[in-house]
């Protein structure tokens, strides 16, 4: 190994923060087998042996949206055979058809739907919180919320304050696709920004209010715009610390605008996933999310420095089945995650969704 990838393996064994360039260079020269060991070693160093996994099932509202990004596989315009709108009472049969399982997380994302204000999204949590008050609602991407509140006429915190006050504790990190503005006009040009994406989570953290965040990866972009992702998210919690997973997606290519993009390896998605663990730092989890890479590599994630693998869905998320996860009814019992994670040589710890062990 020459010298330089020695020195940032040693600075990333003893505890210590590389920079972007460091990054880069550990991406491009060392083998999948040290990315692992040195993954491996910061996620012990955090979460020991554990891999935690949760009880939940997601809403996903509808699938219209005022935005078209060319990589999504799910949104369909109003009138298509496959576009649903869901009614709040059906919302409320879905929370319904959940209640009383144990379930600690509702996850409700969906299209950001033209017709909606934010009194419909707080009268929709409200009615969730009430049929499954044990839960802990994690709800709609920054995307959503930047228009929703946009559209009342409030600030961010004003709004953010409203959801919360009806039950939305927690925020998903979808939405974040690509921080590089070039990358991101080219896969979703008239979503809304990074800037809007990041101030959303900013104000979500100073009204302490825990997030999680994500990455899209494996279109277009280079590894220097991951790296570039990753260093935006470093340097937002080194100012609030109010994240708390994060979640590498696999761009998969089924039934989009951008289908002639292939997909990446397993290897690369290996890569990915060590590189996070190693340069966060300061986000202590790094999840796994099952539903996009199917189970047997779920399996070997966990020794690449993840730490979750996320919930039992119930075959409730349609994002990935239509977008060509092998998966086309995502659904785990308990039994299975912890089947998984001893598979890994690893301790499975039940979570809920700001990661008090149950
Ligand atoms: O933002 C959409 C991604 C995300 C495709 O916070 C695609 O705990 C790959 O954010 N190929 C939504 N990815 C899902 C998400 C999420 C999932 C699980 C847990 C959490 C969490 C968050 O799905 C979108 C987008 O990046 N996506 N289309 C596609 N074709």
Request: contains cysteine.
């Amino acid at each position: 190994m020459d010298s330089e990838l020695q020195h940032i393996a040693d600075k990333v064994r003893s505890g210590r923060r590389i920079a972007a360039a460091e990054a880069l260079a550990l991406w491009r020269g060392a083998p999948l087998w040290l990315l692992g060991e040195l993954a491996d070693g910061r996620k012990r160093a955090v979460s020991g042996d554990k891999v935690y996994y949760n009880r939940n099932f997601h809403i996903e509202p509808t699938n219209r949206c005022v935005f078209n990004c060319r990589f999504c596989s799910y949104r369909r315009p109003k009138g298509d055979p496959e576009a649903w709108d869901y009614s709040m009472e059906e919302i409320e049969a879905i929370a319904r058809a959940h209640a009383g399982q144990g379930m600690t997380e509702v996850h409700i994302v969906g299209g950001v739907h033209p017709d909606h204000d934010l009194d419909y999204y707080v009268e929709m949590i409200r009615r969730v919180k009430a049929i499954l008050p044990e839960a802990t609602v994690k709800a709609f991407t920054a995307i959503e919320l930047s228009y929703m509140i946009r559209r009342a006429g409030l600030s961010l915190e004003e709004g953010l304050r409203r959801l919360r006050e009806a039950g939305m504790e927690a925020i998903p990190g979808g939405g974040a696709e690509i921080f590089d503005e070039e990358i991101r006009a080219r896969i979703c040009p008239d979503k809304g920004s990074t800037a809007e994406w990041l101030a959303v989570h900013e104000a979500a953290h100073r009204l302490g209010i825990k997030t999680n965040a994500t990455i899209l990866y494996g279109h277009i972009e280079g590894v220097e715009h991951r790296i570039d992702h990753l260093d935006r998210l470093r340097a937002l919690q080194d100012r609030t610390g109010g994240f708390n997973a994060f979640i590498p997606l696999k761009y998969r290519n089924y039934g989009n605008a951008m289908s002639e993009v292939g997909e990446v390896s397993v290897i690369e998605d290996l890569r990915m996933l060590a590189m996070s663990r190693i340069y966060l730092d300061n986000i202590p989890h790094v999840k796994a999310y099952w539903v996009m890479y199917g189970k047997a590599t779920t399996e070997l994630a966990l020794a690449f420095g993840a730490d979750d693998i996320d919930g039992t869905i119930d075959d409730t998320t349609k994002i990935y089945s239509m977008a060509g996860a092998d998966d086309r009814r995502p659904r785990m019992t308990a039994d299975e995650m912890r089947t998984i994670v001893r598979h890994a040589g690893l301790r499975a710890v039940e979570r809920d969704t700001l990661y008090n062990e149950l």
